[in-house]
């Protein structure tokens, strides 16, 4: 009984933590947007959010965040493929990730000297005799720049996965006939689709919600609904909406999670 | 070589960098339809055999020939070939139907010709009806036959088994060996087999390969094998063995223990030292004085089918005898053999000489009759 009592005693600050950090600011959310500008109660926001222009910035949230994973996803898994054939993977591994340690900003400020009109991208362009280009604040350089800060985190579970496949698997196929590229389709794929599936869960959903590099390096060109609910909180100062926008991304969140979890196979 | 045979390793050497060659300068030849063994102690170069007519791997000199050419070079997936892994190695994310029509999806076979061979594969190993199972739900004697299907499906000239048979229970080891031999011979392929278990050796193969340290030591039948091994690490290794230094006086006759028998062997230069083999089966226990040797027992273990009996001589020389008779510890009693139980290898044969010598017996023999 006694052993039993203490057990419990240790989940106190696990469910402390979960309440004050997750359920409560969820219920939060849930319950300011129910709310106008003005503090009364009301459904508007939620017609609101069913209006062309709300409409519009959910497509294109997820057009944007369907580009950078399925890029990110079309880099990395070469990559970790490529990693996995190394002599010192795990060097050449932590060589990819330390870069993810380095702030989001400081890297969003770092393209922008890169993509500048003086900077290193459009001085190689000169280089080779091409007209300075406008490359900052462009749907281009978004989507590079979020690619870039994202990749990390999907080369990482498709590495692992790569990493724990039983090479014996790969010479079955190979023995019974299949070529390189059969053996991957047919077998290396499809055994590692745990870790494509993770990726794109890792980098889809921060990527719908992406904010701070939509103004720096798309320069409001791109308006997300990560962007409409910072513009909201802190601009507009329409809590309410902001809150209903957050409400639908959590919503797609956990629709996302549902949709990529791994399934139990033969159950 | 003749038009049977189908697989010949010439001169092959397979070397990881600086290290000891894991194959060294080996030459076999194989042929159609038989039941081949290869049998060693783990590390001596069998699975790195199989892997090298499989094709997962390249000698480092020497050359792989299929039907006489030269297959080297050859990659996995274009070889006539099938393997049975060690650990199975069906995919997790296909199901048995799935798992056997591997190959078949590969060389395009129509959807109505799979379905009709996955069947026949799955029957062939008493697995009809489990073609929508999922592999996680298999034993591992269930898996192991779908192994097998997915090889023999393929109708491959030869099938590889990399020590299928050492994840199994005792029980159903024994009863795959039956199924095995079994399978092979209504197919009619070429299977080769690796183990490090002589008794599943001896019970399974037409030939077995001897390996020990990259090296061939000894090929034959498994009675040659059993009854005239070449050297002391194949007298050693394939059942239990008692084996003597001696002298081979002249031709039938030896001395070991510090007396001289009659014996069967012959062609040995007089006065060489040779080592004697007896098995334990053969030792016979007699009375004290109706013994051809002497000696005082050790200890017993009671085996089941015999008595495991270990005798000192005076000499200090161990016997090994099993027997359905009982002995007591501390007895002192007779032991009887035949001059046939006798084996003489003489220190350092090769196996090319000791084959040249069992010939010229045989020249001998004619001639004398």
Known sequence: MQTKHYQKLYMVPYFLWIIVFVVAPLLLVLYYSFFDVEGHFTFTNYQKFFTPVYLKMTFSSFWYAFLITLIALIIAYPVAYLLTKTKHKQLWLLLIIVPSWVNLLLKAYAFIGIFGQYGLANGLLGLVGIAPKQILFTDFSFVFVAVYIFIPFMILPIFNALNELNDTYIDAAKDLGASKWTTFRRVIFPLTIGGVKSGCQIVFIPALSLFMLTRLIAGSRVITLGTAIEQHFLVTQDWGMGSTIAVFLIIAMFIIMAFTADRKRGA | ?369
């Not at chain 2, 073609?131 to 000239?157: D, K, L």
């Not at chain 2, 020590?163 to 005792?170: I, V």
């Open chain 2, 1 to 369: 070589m003749n038009n049977n045979t189908i697989i010949q390793f010439k001169d092959v050497t397979k070397q990881f960098a600086d290290d000891q060659p894991v194959l060294d300068h080996v030459n076999f030849e194989i042929e159609r339809g038989k039941f081949y063994t290869l049998l060693g102690p783990s590390g001596c170069g069998k699975t790195t055999i199989l892997r090298l007519i499989a094709g997962f791997t390249q000698p480092t000199s020497g050359e792989v020939l299929f039907d006489n050419h030269i297959y080297n070079h050859v990659p996995a997936n274009k070889r006539q070939v099938n393997t049975v892994f060690q650990d199975y190695a069906l995919f997790p994310h296909l199901n048995v139907f799935e798992n056997v029509a591997f190959g078949l999806r590969i060389q395009k076979f129509k959807e109505k010709d799979i379905e009709k061979k996955v069947k026949q594969a799955l029957s062939f190993v008493n697995l009809a009806g489990y073609e929508e199972r999922e592999v996680s739900e298999m034993s591992g004697g269930q898996r192991q036959r779908v192994a097998i299907a997915r090889a023999i499906v393929n109708e491959p000239q030869v099938i590889l088994l990399d020590e299928p048979l050492s994840a199994l229970d005792l029980k159903l080891r024994t009863q795959m060996q039956y199924e095995l031999r079994d399978l092979q011979r209504r197919l009619g392929i070429t299977f080769i087999f690796v183990t490090h278990d002589q008794e599943e050796a001896l019970a399974m193969s037409d030939e077995i390969f001897v390996i020990n340290k990259g090296k061939i030591q000894q090929s034959g039948t498994p009675i040659d094998i059993y009854d005239e091994p070449v050297n002391r690490f194949v007298a050693d290794f394939i059942g239990e063995s008692n084996i003597v230094k001696g002298t081979m006086i002249r031709d039938f006759l030896v001395s070991f223990t510090g007396k001289e028998f009659e014996c069967v062997d012959q062609g040995i230069a007089e006065n060489k030292k040779v080592e004697v083999v007896i098995r334990p089966e053969d030792l016979h226990i007699v009375p004290w004085e109706q013994g051809k040797l002497q000696v005082k027992v050790h200890s017993t273990l009671f085996r089941g089918v015999h008595y495991e009996i270990i005798c000192h001589d005076s000499a200090g020389n161990e016997w090994l005898v099993h027997s359905t008779k009982k002995a007591k510890a501390g007895d002192t009693i007779g032991l009887y053999f035949d001059p046939e139980a006798i084996h003489v290898m003489v220190v350092g044969e090769t196996e090319e000489e000791f084959d040249r010598r069992l010939e010229s017996y045989a020249v001998d023999d004619t001639s004398a009759n």
